[in-house]
């Protein structure tokens, strides 16, 4: 098991904020740390429940993406399979 952990930001569409989010992705094949990079980067704006849906599309594995907004923290969970 590989597990990997990337902090990377968006905007928040419906108010402008920009949030900081902790991903954390667990999965069984390598997954290049530049990818990881690159896909959350190319990420600009959005909502945390419609990222975790790309990047566990992307990924794969058993995803959490944390964050808070508007001073309500949010925790998102994809699970493989």
Known sequence: MNIYRHTFTAVCP?????????LEIRSPQMILVEHIKTATALIKEGYQEQIADELAERFGGDQV??????????ETVRLSG
């Open 14 to 22: 419906n108010d402008a904020e920009v949030i900081v989010y902790s």
């Open 65 to 74: 993406i944390k964050a808070v907004h508007q001073g309500v923290e949010i």
